[in-house]
């Protein structure tokens, strides 16, 4: 069984970590939900989160993959934790897969891991850099980062991270369970 990485920070958009962990599971893969400073973490939109452990406290070596919700603050309180940086890099030196969705891949480039082509949040890409932005699709994979756009685009995010990690067969499974 495939196991994900999903740090929250202060800020997170609401949708996208809740679709993309509930996606995650629907599909039996373990996801732990690791808050920045304290284990109750409040959204965007006032949701408050109570999550399973401290990012201080994660490796990279017990993941297959992290994934970043955006949102803001969320996503630059992601890009400035010093843990949640390191880990970015260890995931990448170790060649494990990274997602982010909306504004998180700020965090992707700080940390020197987003690959030549991404996407995000539409006008939010000239606060990471124009080059490989791709505007006209929901989800890029480039070598082992997946990103997406945002809130609108979170199912079919979550279901290209089911694709990479459990195989095209379980997504489909997934969708249509979904309704999609």
């Known amino acids: ?40 973490v409040i959204g965007a939109h006032g949701v408050k989160v109570q999550t ?7 490796s990279s070596s017990n993941f297959d993959m992290i994934v970043l919700p955006g949102g803001l603050p969320g996503a630059t309180n992601l890009q400035k934790d010093k843990t949640v940086q390191n880990l ?17 891949p700020i965090a992707l480039e700080s940390a020197g891991v987003l690959k030549e082509n991404y996407t995000c949040y539409p006008s939010f890409e000239s606060n990471i850099r124009e080059e490989g932005y791709i505007s006209n699709q929901d989800v890029v994979d480039d070598e ?37």
């Open 52 to 58: 399973d452990a401290h990012i201080e406290d994660m």
């Open 88 to 104: 970015l890099k260890e995931f990448d030196k170790q060649n494990k897969s990274i997602g982010a969705i909306c504004a998180a």
């Open 144 to 180: 082992n980062v997946i990103t997406s756009r945002g809130p609108g685009t979170a199912m079919a995010f979550g279901l290209a991270i089911v694709a990479k990690l459990c195989g095209d067969d379980k997504a489909s499974e997934i969708k249509s369970q979904l309704l999609l």
């Open 1 to 40: 069984m495939s196991k994900v990485l999903v740090p929250l920070a202060m800020g997170f958009e609401e949708i996208e970590a809740m679709t993309i962990i509930d996606i995650l599971r629907r599909a039996e893969v373990e996801v732990v939900i690791a808050g920045l400073g304290k284990k109750q």
